[in-house]
């Protein structure tokens, strides 16, 4: 199982310690580091000056918005960075939901998101193969655009900067088990928010198809601690935060998912506190069991026990977010 350093989207501002910490993790023999975006920093650029200062650990976006960019601008993101690191990127993508494609991209979500994901992978392989022009009679995303308002001058056109590697590896992060279905068939890699190794059978049917070398690379929150209760209060703060605040009350797929895993009476409850404007209470309503499955926190033994139990299942890649240096060291040490 390899690891990899997921360092998440900024906040108010940028981290000045992301820099330090990819430079550490790739000291370490870490595989990989990952950018993400959400409404704000954008997944990009921020990897690309971690690769400036980098030079062997491998560069993926989890997640870059699909509605942030079209399909082709998306890839050519991805073969300049890939040029520019000398072959080290992984693009992993993300649909997001409806609250945030339509506030903030003010687009309309897809009406059929496997089609919609499907169609954007499409476009994006077109490019990087460059075997012709792009082309697709898509339901959005029509290669030339045909649809409303269009000249019907557009042209099929190909990437005039040849990619470095046409098999550049596409994952995705996908949720419902129909995506993760579709994403085993067209993607290289799957990008689960939460994965509990010991709930392992939420996902068997959905990647039963999927192809020897596919990439399962979850996240996980890894803190060396003394106190278990108290690491895990970073852990319930973004559950609270995706669980009650990422998606409408009607649609929202964190909460969903968390449902699927076999909470969805705590779900549902976190859910309803939070949009109440009862924050506090919704972080403290996530239950201590759910947070410490789908996390690494506690002392080196208990974080050593603990990580048999991710390597015994369908995982290849264990993304760690983590709080300081010594705990990528530990886990370093411990995944040897």
């Not at 506690?298 to 993304?319: C, H, M, Q, S, Y």
Request: charged fraction near 20%; include cysteine; glycine fraction near 10%.
């Amino acid at each position: 199982m390899r690891l990899g350093l997921a360092l998440g989207y900024w906040g108010r501002g940028p981290d000045p310690g992301h820099v330090e910490l990819a430079v550490q993790a790739e000291r370490l023999g870490y595989d990989s580091v990952w950018t993400a975006e959400a409404w704000g920093s954008d997944a990009f650029t921020a990897l690309t000056w971690i690769a400036a200062h980098t030079s062997r650990i491998r560069l993926g976006t989890a997640v870059a918005q699909m509605s942030a960019r079209t399909p082709t601008a998306t890839a050519m993101h991805a073969l300049t960075l890939d040029h520019l690191s000398g072959g080290r990127m992984m693009l992993g993508l993300g649909l997001s939901g409806p609250q945030v494609v339509e506030g903030w991209y003010g687009r309309p979500f897809p009406t059929s998101p496997l089609t919609a994901t499907r169609e954007y992978v499409d476009v994006i392989r077109q490019v990087l193969r460059r075997e012709g022009p792009v082309e697709l009679d898509g339901r959005f995303h029509s290669h030339p655009y045909g649809g409303a308002g269009a000249t019907g001058l557009g042209k099929p056109l190909k990437p005039i900067t040849h990619p470095l590697r046409p098999d550049l590896p596409v994952l995705l992060g996908a949720e419902g088990p129909k995506n993760i279905a579709q994403t085993a068939r067209i993607a290289d890699g799957w990008l689960p928010l939460y994965w509990s190794p010991l709930r392992t059978e939420v996902y068997e049917a959905s990647l039963a198809d999927a192809p020897e070398g596919f990439m399962v690379a979850p996240m996980v929150r890894a803190q060396v601690c003394d106190d278990v209760a108290e690491g895990l209060l970073p852990v319930k703060a973004m559950l609270g935060f995706y669980i009650g605040g990422m998606g409408h009350a009607a649609r929202n797929f964190h909460a969903d998912l968390m449902a699927r895993m076999g909470f969805e009476e705590e779900a549902r409850r976190i859910q309803r506190l939070f949009l109440e404007g009862r924050r506090a209470e919704a972080v403290e309503a996530v239950p201590d069991a759910f947070a410490d499955e789908i996390s690494l926190v506690g002392p080196p033994e208990r974080i050593a026990e603990r990580l048999e139990l991710w390597r015994k299942g369908r995982v290849t890649d264990l993304l760690v977010t983590a709080p300081d240096p010594m705990t990528l060291q530990v886990l370093a040490e411990l995944n040897t």
